[in-house]
């Protein structure tokens, strides 16, 4: 095939207009299988949601920890009153 029939054949090698014969039944099935889908996938962004809320927290908690410690607390002094009396 040359890459003009190529460009105008679908699925299969047959041209589009070949197909069009079962169009109607195929919408309604394609329609069908995405709402389908849809309500498969409903209920997992909020088992996501939760999961990605529950990691969060506990990274932040583990965060709250490093940073209160005595020897990052030290540093992080250290390095903010550097900047403060930076001479301009």
Do not use: Q
Not at 25 to 52: F, L, N
């Amino acid at each position: 095939m040359s890459d003009v029939e190529m460009s105008k054949a679908g699925e299969f090698g047959r041209p589009r207009s070949v197909r069009r014969g079962r169009g109607r039944r195929a919408g309604w099935w394609a329609r069908r299988m995405r709402a389908c889908r849809a309500a498969a996938e409903a209920g997992m962004s909020t088992a996501e949601y939760a999961v990605g809320t529950v990691a969060a927290c506990g990274f932040a908690a583990v965060l709250y920890k490093i940073v209160t410690s005595g020897p990052v607390r030290t540093a992080l002094t250290g390095v903010i009153t550097k900047a403060l009396h930076v001479s301009f």
